[in-house]
């Protein structure tokens, strides 16, 4: 039987001290750089370029030191798609120094590190220095980064480049010294949306970086990976479900689409038209505005659906829209009426808006109504209305209607998708061209 040495070590009295020794002076080394890098990133934050000089001058600390700043609203921070992080990760992000100058538009510290040789297209977080100077529309910082050879079409991790991180009014001058340097405003991002900077500009509404995209090259009927346009996409996102209202911006990336030719034709991937979208929205003025640039009110989409029938299911829940404009526009374009037997859904969508149902009613010649109609209007409503309906129901029974009311589906049925346009040219006083164009009179006779 051989013998076992052991090899452990046996720490003696005298060791003790000298271990305790090296770790506090290890730990007072990662308080000492600490403190560093606060004071720099202090420095930075304030621009400070005279204590960043003397902080590189004095120091060892790096230049390019990632530093760890609060960042609740991911300025700094790009991430692929499909990556999940709890949100306590997402307050803060690490960043170089240059970074930090972008934030904070730290101009004179930013010109002092780049003179100094700070890396200008470093991704700690996912981001460049370009890519973070565009997300707070810091013009003067693109230029800087620019001019000492950044990268104009590096992608982010979540591959977007800089021009598509330009997405407010103030961005206009960053994506301008972008162009200039040649950023490409067709490129795609590397996402699943796969948009360019003119989808990105009518997805926030912003008119002047549209009009810049299109001067420059943008192709107007581009399409993302859904096929949807920049037309459809303005369409849409005018319209703020929060908020209930509609915004004029994207209305005017809307005009300025259509006057660059913009196909009013296209389809997004479940074959909605930019019309479709505008009637899901109930937004009176980009009906017109398409409609009146020949937009095609019976065209249907994937489920057999006119952009009317979408205008019908949503307006009980848009109640700051003008329901009855929308309804007029699209009839007075040709858009398919209801099948009269049917008529008893646009009592249950419309009861509370009498003036879009006295629309709906006058574009027959004749309709009658049916038990179902009576239960289709709710009792508030009825009672709230009840002069208007009184005269429906009067109306719309087995009795032909005034010679009047004749006399304008007669001209209605003549000039089909053309009333529009058609009613004003009559020689007719007009009040009668708002007759015929079925102008909401209160009660139906």
Known sequence: MGLSFSHQHVVTGEETPKRVSMEESRASRVESARQLKARFLLALQEDDAQEVKRILRTTSIDIDTVLEVEDRDKVLASYKQGYWLPDYK??????????????????????????SGAAMNGTPNGKTPLHVACAVSHGDCVALLLNHGARVNRLSLSGHAALHYCITSQSVECAQHLILK?????????????????????????????????????????????????????????????????NPDHHLVCRILLDHGA????????????????????????????????????????????????????????????PELCYQLMLNHGGARVYPPQFHKVLQACHGFPRAVEVMVNSYERIKATKKWKTSIADESYQQHKEFYDSMFAVCSNKPRSLMHLARCAIRAKMLWRCHKGAHELPIPPSMVRYILLEPEGFIY
Not at 202 to 210: K, N, W
Not at 216 to 227: H, I, L, M
Not at 233 to 241: D, G, N, S
């Open 90 to 115: 997402l307050e803060s992000s690490w960043a170089m120094g240059i970074h930090v100058c972008m934030m904070y538009n730290s101009l004179a510290c930013a010109s002092v590190l780049l003179e």
């Open 182 to 246: 040649g950023a490409d405003v067709n490129m795609a991002s590397q996402s699943s949306d796969e948009d360019t900077p003119l989808l990105t500009a009518a997805r926030f509404g912003v008119p002047a970086l549209a009009a810049l995209y299109l001067t420059n090259g943008a192709d107007v009927n581009v399409s993302n990976s859904r096929f949807e346009t920049p037309l459809i996409t303005a369409t849409y996102w005018a319209f703020c479900t929060r908020e209930q209202t509609l």
């Open 263 to 322: 196909a009013l034709e296209m389809r997004e991937d479940d074959c909605k038209t930019a019309l479709h979208k505008a009637a899901w929205n109930a937004d009176h003025v980009m009906i017109e505005m398409l409609l009146a640039a020949g937009a095609d009110s019976q065209a249907m989409d994937m489920n057999g659906c006119s952009p009317i029938q979408y205008l019908l299911k949503v307006t009980p829940v848009r109640p700051a829209s003008v």
